[in-house]
């Protein structure tokens, strides 16, 4: 991926001291996911978060964890400290293999997507051999609701029918692909 700094949208530019890389959970509904919070962007060595701050261009003034989602590791949100975000998400291999692995694979399924797919757009990478980090565009958004509202649920299905047809026929290799694999033992 690119060594120069990534163009991200503006937003905010202002955070108190108080903010500064604090895991508050879904800030949609408040819950925390304690696995998700125990994993979050202070849990990273410092020479990682580092490189990805010089991905990002400016360092990370407030980073918030992120519930849910499919694979295991760290996802943050990150408000940057010139006022603007990503989504952030990382997995070390020492910690969990099969989430790097995963990671790793999301990268390049991530770089193959066309431009027209409904999907946050891969920013930037970085991958030591130990730690791999995925840098998204952050785009707005929340869970969907449990049980499933007739709304959200129409929206969702809508989405996948956008993407079955602007991906199809696929444009990432099978051998890529290899199985597939939704969080904890989803196949």
Do not use: C
């Not at 978060?49 to 694979?71: K, M, R």
């Not at 969990?96 to 797919?117: C, K, W």
């Not at 130990?130 to 129409?154: H, K, M, N, S």
């Amino acid at each position: 991926m690119s060594k120069s700094p990534m163009e991200l949208p503006e937003t905010r530019t202002a955070l108190s001291q108080n903010d500064r890389h604090e895991d508050r959970g879904n800030p949609m509904t408040g819950d925390r996911d304690e696995r998700r919070t125990a994993a979050g962007w202070a849990a990273m060595p410092p020479q990682v978060s580092a490189q990805v701050e010089q991905l990002l261009g400016s360092p990370v003034a407030d980073a918030i964890s992120q519930p849910g989602g499919f694979s295991e590791g760290m996802a943050v949100r990150v408000h940057l400290a010139n006022g603007r975000r990503a989504f952030v998400k990382a997995a070390s291999s020492l910690v969990d293999p099969a989430a790097a692995d995963f990671h790793r694979r999301e990268i390049a399924v991530s770089q193959r997507l066309p431009g027209e797919v409904p999907a946050a757009r891969l920013l930037d990478a970085y991958d030591d051999g130990t730690w791999v980090v995925l840098v998204f565009e952050e785009i707005p958004g929340r869970l969907p609701a449990q049980p499933w509202q007739p709304d959200e649920l129409t929206r969702v299905l809508a989405a996948v029918t956008d993407m079955a047809e602007v991906l199809t026929p696929s444009p990432v290799d099978e051998a890529i692909l290899s199985k597939p694999r939704l969080g904890d033992g989803w196949r």
